[in-house]
């Protein structure tokens, strides 16, 4: 593990989300002092760091990602002593605290809303993003919300509608007004002061909106839609020009960089969702005085072919001059990658092999609590559904429940997350594959996790080395990595069956990933779900 002002350059950051992660106090919702019990767990992965999904007092109507106080520990979770505990034994661990800030917008709980909503007049009133109806009462633009219907919502005490990107519950804070950039920046000053080691930017491209609040273009028939919502979604029908991706954003993020840069070894990684998320990512994380990284839905969406891999990798190279991205096949928003990728594939093999390539991209890494498992997507029925996403648009979208079921830890009831029934079911599926039963398991993904996570460590070339996209043929992904005095060619066959190819470069085969292939002269074979790293002369 990295342990220096840049760790995050190449670090491995092991996402928790706290309602099911560990519940320590028997109330069947996962909190703070069920994940501090948990560490030694994470630490012994290998990881650099954790980052925690919401945990600050909130209504829970988007489980979170609606806060009421920015500064404080929702009860459900514990309190900020809680907190300062979990902090204290990571640290103690070797392991970074990330976490998550949603900034773009608040509950409607929140006392600045509550005042903003009063009237016209008050201090709070231009807090948030107010707008006269048209002539005809009905919205000021067409501008959609993600999570189904208008982005706006009529207030009869101000005889205006608000802007929210998501439930009407979240209304949309107004980033050009001043005093708000400068109360959230107060906000996360809070935690950093606390001792946080970086924050997760929640949408961090929805901060500001176009002021003459223009209509969205559609999509031009044929075009490729946005990533950041299901095709199910009329969200993915528009050009989102003027409601996201705003370029007074580019200021704020400077703003944000200034106040980081007072806390040296903090880092931040935004969550983008875009109609060209890769330029996005670039472009937030060019210069050095914007974002650290950032990551974007590409590899969190459906297409994983090698083709698909190849061509986002270099797209990404060709846009990213000196930006750093941090990729995640998985996490709180989306079907697991096991699932929405490997459905088809062997269920044990498939997942490590795809950690590998993961875990050899350049660029950070994300890892979602129990990928390093082989979890599957879980299957939650309707009537235990929870995600208000999942309730508008079901069954041709079913919500974000499924990736969002308890962590699996013992072959137990409720998978020894809780003594009684948890707020999700616990997916029966994922009792075989839970901790206790792969820890004893030397085939295992955890094992597989723990294994390729230690030789990422032990060659800097796949912490911070450049890449080079290599010809391996249609089937096999193939790419050099390289750094001072280490040049590493990594392959992979994410495919079921065994495939040969010419290698481009003569190497050395290295051992301790836990991978087999076979050489004969310049002719490499992999067999099914494995990979190879050849050491190149520099």
């Known amino acids: ?227 950041g919502a299901p095709e199910a979604n009329p969200y993915t029908w528009q050009r989102h020009v003027h409601d996201i991706s705003r370029p007074e954003n580019l200021d704020f993020l400077r703003e944000l960089r200034a106040l980081m840069d007072e806390f040296p070894g903090t880092t931040t990684v935004g969550e983008i969702g875009d109609d060209n998320p890769l330029e996005r990512m670039a472009e937030y994380t060019a210069g050095g005085d914007k974002l650290h990284m950032a990551y974007t839905f590409d590899l969190l969406n459906a297409p994983h072919s090698p083709a698909y891999l190849r061509e986002v990798i270099e797209r990404f190279q060709r846009l ?68 208000p996403y999942g309730k508008v648009l079901w069954p041709e979208f079913k919500g974000r429940d499924g990736c969002r079921t308890p962590m699996p830890w013992r072959q137990a009831p409720q998978g020894g997350f809780s003594p009684v029934e948890p707020w999700l079911p616990v997916e029966e599926r994922h009792l075989p594959l839970a901790v206790e039963n792969q820890q004893a398991d030397s085939g295992s993904p955890l094992a597989a996790t723990r294994t390729l996570l230690a030789f990422r460590a032990a060659h800097p070339a796949l912490v911070d080395g450049d890449l080079t996209l290599v010809d391996v043929g249609e089937e096999l992904l193939g790419f050099v990595r390289e750094s001072d005095g280490e040049r590493l060619l990594c392959l992979f066959n994410l495919g079921d069956r065994t495939l040969s190819t010419t290698l481009p470069h003569a190497g050395i085969p290295l051992q301790g990933h836990g991978f087999v292939s076979a050489l004969d002269g310049d002719i490499l074979t992999l067999p099914p779900y494995q990979a190879a790293f050849l050491a190149l002369d520099h």
């Open 1 to 227: 593990m990295q342990d220096n002002l840049t760790w995050w350059r190449g670090g491995v950051i092991y996402q928790i989300y706290p309602r099911s992660f560990m519940d320590a106090n028997g109330d069947g919702i996962g909190d703070l002092a069920g994940i501090t019990e948990k560490l030694d767990y994470v630490a012994s992965l290998g990881v650099d760091g954790i980052w925690l999904s919401p945990f600050f007092t909130s209504p829970m109507l988007d489980f979170g990602y609606d806060v009421s106080d920015y500064r404080d520990v929702d009860p459900m979770f514990g309190t900020l002593d809680n907190f300062r505990a979990l902090l204290a034994k990571a640290h103690a661990l070797g392991l970074k605290v990330m976490i998550d800030q949603v900034i773009s917008h608040s509950s409607d709980q929140h006392p600045w809303f509550q005042a903003s909503r009063a009237d016209r007049t008050n201090a709070k009133a231009d807090w948030y993003v107010w707008a006269d109806p048209r002539p005809d009462g009905t919205p000021p633009n067409n501008w959609l919300s993600i999570f189904g219907g208008p982005a706006w919502t009529f207030d009869p005490r101000r005889r205006q509608y608000y802007l929210h990107n998501f439930l009407t519950s979240q209304p949309d804070l107004n980033f050009h007004n001043p005093e708000v950039r400068q109360a959230q920046l107060d906000n996360m000053r809070f935690w950093l002061e606390l001792g946080v080691d970086g924050f997760r930017l929640d949408t961090v491209n929805f901060y500001f909106h176009d002021a003459a609040l223009t209509d969205n273009p559609p999509v031009p028939a044929g075009s490729p839609k946005t990533l």
């Open 320 to 387: 990213a001059g000196d930006a750093w991205p941090c990729w995640a096949t998985s996490n709180h928003d989306v079907e697991r990658s096991a699932t929405r990728w490997g459905r088809d594939e062997d269920p044990v093999a498939y997942p490590k092999v795809m950690l590998a390539m993961l875990f050899s991209l350049r660029g950070s890494v994300c890892l979602y609590q129990g990928e390093e498992l082989g979890l599957p997507e879980a299957e939650v029925p309707f009537e235990r559904i929870q995600d």
